[in-house]
């Protein structure tokens, strides 16, 4: 709901609260003064039967003596006011109750009427009208039943405090891929990708566990130079071809890749960004053998001198899509296709994309540990947690939004735009953290609504059986 609507509500909410408020003191005044005027009729009626009585007596006995006696005057009927008129100076002032169906005139009429009390309209004006024991049991219910996702000071401080350790870590641990000069400037790589891409290292490990797989897992998507695929496919080389088969991605390889093995063929992004598919001449293999060989082959080229790329990273490529990047001194902008290319040739690769996913990592540690550790020392139970789940996600959203935040300036201030310096890996955990929060603040709302329609429904039932006994009473 719009924040105007939700002030127009708590206003009307607030002159409601007030109206009832003030119609309780009437009816108290009004019950109060009625039970004194009873009380003092019915004196003066056991007066009056008395006097009465006498009088009786009286005219009885000078009936004896024959002296004639009038009958009794009628008593004068008292003036009254037309019925739904009230008599002028009358002494309950009766507050104004709106009975029209416009919400926009109650509006008006509730800011007036708060106004001439003084309210101040700026702030919120139920908690200036609603007693404040009255308030806090309510939030109590209200947070037992749908779970507090209200944030306090430790909150905004942890989220705040996740997202900056995880900035200070890519600025310092992350960095970029390996030590290169972009622009003109030379920058210092990551210690860590250094020694997961370190080349002795890796040399051991690959002819150690992954190099047999080479054999044994043969692709028809495996083409390296232009000419390997019948000049269909521009700007192939050795250095970039696994970048431009979207069956050497981690993540697509599981899609394109599978097909390319099913049916025999090779599937390519050119220099142009057009997705190509080559007739490969391999034999067909069938969904288990495919997916068998998939990972023998993904596992045979993660541990080489040019890896694999990051998961989906291979979707840069596809169009001329302007990037704000300039690869060289003339300042010119570059499509992503290109920036795509010159990243993964500066080991922008799968071992890099591991170290990136130390800031995301950073973030969902810190968030995810304070609020379980808060949990357990409050007490927390699981269907609580369960409750309050929302605000884990919109926690865990602002630290993921504060660390990309902070990637991006990272590019763009310390590493003078090179496109190698940014995190990859927490651009992609916002896509999760999105999703989940708004899948959460759906749920939250769902059940929040279920309950209210409850509400509803108890309230209207309740008035049916009131109105039913009224009328079998009558």
């Known amino acids: 709901m719009p924040a105007d609507q939700l002030t127009a509500a708590a206003t009307v909410t607030a002159y409601q609260a007030v109206t009832v408020t003030e119609l309780q003191s009437l009816l108290h005044q009004v019950d109060f003064d009625l039970r004194e005027v009873l009380e003092r009729e019915r004196r003066v009626g056991d007066g009056l039967d008395a006097v009465e009585s006498e009088l009786d007596a009286v005219r009885a006995r000078l ?8 009958a ?61 024991g009255r308030m806090s049991d309510g939030l109590r219910r209200y947070a037992a039943e749908h779970g507090d996702v209200s944030w306090d000071e430790t909150d905004w401080t942890v989220v705040l405090l996740a997202g900056t350790i995880a900035t200070l870590l890519d600025v310092v641990l992350v960095r970029i891929p390996r030590d290169s000069t972009f622009l003109g400037e030379k920058y210092t790589g990551s210690p860590l990708t250094k020694w997961l891409q370190d080349r002795d290292r890796a040399r051991d490990i690959h002819s150690h566990y992954f190099k047999g797989f080479e054999k044994l897992a043969k692709v028809p998507y495996d083409a390296a130079t232009t000419a390997a695929t019948g000049g269909l496919v ?60 998939q990972v023998r082959h993904l596992l045979s080229d993660v ?57 995301p990592g950073v973030v969902s540690a810190i968030i995810r540990g304070y609020w379980l550790l808060r949990s357990y020392a409050t007490g927390g139970t699981r269907e609580q947690r369960k409750l309050e789940h929302a605000k884990l996600t919109s926690m865990l959203l602002l630290g993921h939004t504060i660390a990309t935040s902070g990637t991006l300036l990272k590019t763009g201030l310390l590493f003078g735009l090179n ?27 769902h059940r929040i609504d279920l309950a209210l329609g409850r509400e509803w429904e108890l309230l209207l039932t309740t008035h049916g059986r009131q109105e039913n006994a009224e009328m079998y009473a009558v």
């Not at 496109?419 to 709302?445: G, H, S, V």
């Open 234 to 293: 521009g700007g192939m080389r050795p250095a970039t071809h696994r970048l431009q088969s979207p069956g050497h991605d981690p993540a697509l390889g599981f899609l394109v890749g599978l097909a390319d093995l099913m049916r025999g063929t090779g599937t390519y992004i050119d220099n142009v960004g057009q997705l190509i598919q080559v007739p490969a001449g391999a034999d067909p293999v069938g969904l288990i053998g495919a997916l068998i060989t």
């Open 63 to 70: 009936r004896a003596l024959g002296i004639a006696v009038p």
């Open 419 to 445: 496109p190698a310096a940014l995190n990859y890996n927490q651009i992609l955990a916002m896509a999760p953290a999105t999703i989940a929060w708004f899948k959460e603040a759906i749920a939250r709302d």
């Open 303 to 359: 541990y080489t001198p040019a890896g694999l790329q990051p998961p989906f990273f291979t979707l840069l490529q596809l169009g001329q899509i302007d990037s704000p990047f300039a690869l060289g001194p003339s300042g010119v902008k570059v499509p992503w296709t290109d920036v795509a290319r010159h990243m993964y040739t500066n080991g922008y690769d799968l071992r890099h994309f591991f170290t990136m996913g130390i800031t």
């Open 72 to 132: 009794p005057a009628a008593p004068p009927r008292m003036a009254s006011a037309p019925i739904g008129e009230t008599p002028a100076g009358t002494r309950y002032a009766i507050p104004v109750v709106a009975a029209g169906g416009d919400f926009a005139e109650l509006v008006e009429l509730a800011e007036a009427r708060l106004d001439l009390l003084g309210i101040d309209l700026t702030r919120d004006p139920l908690q200036q009208v609603v007693p404040h």
